[in-house]
Structures are given as C-alpha cells and as structure tokens.
C-alpha cells in the first residue's frame, strides 16, 4: 500500500522556476527508496513536500492519505514523520543529549512520564544510550547525527525522512548511519533517503534520479545502475566497482572479467574467477 505519494506536483520557490515540475511518486509502506540527483535537481524540496515544510503550487501530496496542505491532516502527518537534515547542528536544542531527544515528544504533547522511555528506546536504538547525559558539542560529528537520528524516531514516526544525513560525517560514521537506517527499514519504517552516496543507493529497495525538478529514472538499483551512461549525464559519479570496471575494459580488458556492475563483490568475483581458472 503506497504511504507517501506525490501526484503530479510542481512547486517554485521564485515564481520563475521550478523546483519541481509535475513530479509524481508513490512509496509504498515500509520501502526504502534512495533519491539521487546533482546539486539543485529538486531533492531536497522532494523531500520537504513529505512533511509540509513545502506545500505544492500545483498537485498534491498525500502522507497516509492525509493531504499536506490541509493544516489538520499537517499536523498529524507530522506526528508520524521523522527528518533528518544534511548537518546535525542545525537539528540541536538542547545541551544535554536526552533533552534534545526529548524535543520532539515534547512539542507533540507527550505526557511527561512516556518521554523518558521514548527517549531512552530511541538512544539505544542509535547506539548511544551510553551517552543520554552527555553534551552534543562533545560528541563527533558522526554521534551527532546519531543523536539527530534518535531525536527523530523518539516521534515514533512510520516515515523518516533523511536529506543527505551522512555528508558532514567521515567514512565510519557513514558506514555507522547506513546499518542504522538498514535497522530502522528492516523494523518496517518508511525511508525515504537523500543522499549522494552510491552505496547508499545499493542498499535501497528503489531509487529515484532526479533532474531539474523531475523524475529522470526509476528503479530497482540493478536497474538503475545497468543504465550507467544516463546516470553520469545526469551528473552522478557512478559506484566504484562500475568505474573501475569501465575503466579496465577501456584498457582492453575483457566484459566478462570486469563487468559492468555497481558491485564490488560481483567485481571482485570475476576477477577472481579468471585466476582461479588460469
Ligand atoms: P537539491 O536538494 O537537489 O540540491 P533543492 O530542492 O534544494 O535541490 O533545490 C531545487 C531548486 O530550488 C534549485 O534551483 C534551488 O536553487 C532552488 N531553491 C531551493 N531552495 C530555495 C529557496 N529557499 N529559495 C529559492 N530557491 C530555492
Ligand atoms: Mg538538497
């Protein structure tokens, strides 16, 4: 059953262009759909449609089929809708991690009692129970948006909205926010993911390109990934082991001993085979 979707929206910001032109989505419940796309393609409004924080000029968008601009359906789209954004720091409040948690639960109403154990689940389920009473501006950057992660799922939410949430982190906390996110979608949360890391988007169920305000390509990764030349037109640098393998079979080296997938393990496995047969 679709959870989120968007039908036929278009939204400007300047009333010259569009942010999104005539855009429609369908996610069903409990997918984890990655969206691609270079700077400015639309991402990130594509996103904010989800939560209301943009409101269609034109079309709709449907959360649960509550209609985003209609302020009631809004606020209880919003009780089931987490976010996160590309830099932790422009989500942290409070100076004690467990308080900024609790924001969320708090601004919905939460009694007071219920807070702490919502708080208290969220933070373990990040992995960062060990550090409720800690300050965030001495957490890394990578605890950071872990903390932001458990600030959104404290809300309970059955959609998380995550807009680039790995960009400001190293290649461990990356490696940390993806097994979270896997977790979370495996637990049949909604993900709908921003992000401009390929790996990101191999473990998706669907991802969706976009390109100046509209929907480019679609489809299971394998699918996407299989039309590579599309994909660097459309201004995305490829997985590494579909770069690399283009670039072996340009040196002359045979299709069936680097093939052209995103995957390093399918990579590796040619290779591999080709030795062992030697
Ligand atoms: P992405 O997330 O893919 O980088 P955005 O959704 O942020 O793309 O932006 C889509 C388009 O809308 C871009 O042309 C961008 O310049 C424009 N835009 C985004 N936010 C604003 C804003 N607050 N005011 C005016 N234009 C904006
Ligand atoms: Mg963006």
Do not use: W
């Amino acid at each position: 059953m679709a959870v989120i979707e968007l039908r036929d929206v278009s939204f400007t910001y300047d009333g010259e262009r569009d942010a999104l032109s005539h855009v429609s989505l369908t996610v069903e419940r409990g997918a984890h759909v990655v969206v691609l796309g270079r700077n400015g393609s639309g991402k990130s409004t594509l996103v904010r449609c989800v939560n209301g924080l943009v409101v269609p000029d034109e079309g709709r968008v449907l959360v649960d089929g509550r209609d985003t601009a209609d302020p009631d359906d809004l606020l209880e789209i919003r009780r089931h809708t987490g976010m996160v954004f590309q830099n932790p720091d422009d989500q942290m409040v409070a100076s004690v991690v467990a308080d900024d948690v609790a924001f969320g639960p708090e601004n919905l109403g939460v009694p007071q009692p219920g807070i702490a154990a919502l708080v208290d689940e969220a933070l373990r389920r990040v992995g960062m129970a060990a550090f409720a009473q800690a300050d965030p501006a001495e957490l890394s950057g990578g605890q950071r948006q872990r903390v932001a992660v458990a600030g959104a799922l404290a809300m309970r939410p059955d959609i998380l909205l995550l807009d680039e949430p790995a960009s400001m982190l190293d290649p461990a906390g990356r490696a940390d926010l993806a097994r979270i996110v896997a977790g979370l979608h495996a637990a049949g949360i909604t993900v709908l993911h921003v992000t401009h890391l390929m790996e990101d988007a191999l473990a998706a169920d669907r991802v969706v390109v976009m390109d100046r305000g509209t929907i480019a390509m679609e489809g299971a990764p394998d699918q996407v990934f299989a039309r590579g030349d599309e994909l660097e037109a459309l201004g995305l640098e490829l997985p590494f082991a579909q770069r690399l393998a283009r670039r072996l079979r340009a040196l002359g080296v045979s299709e069936a001993l680097a093939p052209d997938t995103p995957r390093l393990r399918d990579l590796e496995e040619a290779l591999c085979q080709s030795r062992s047969s030697r």
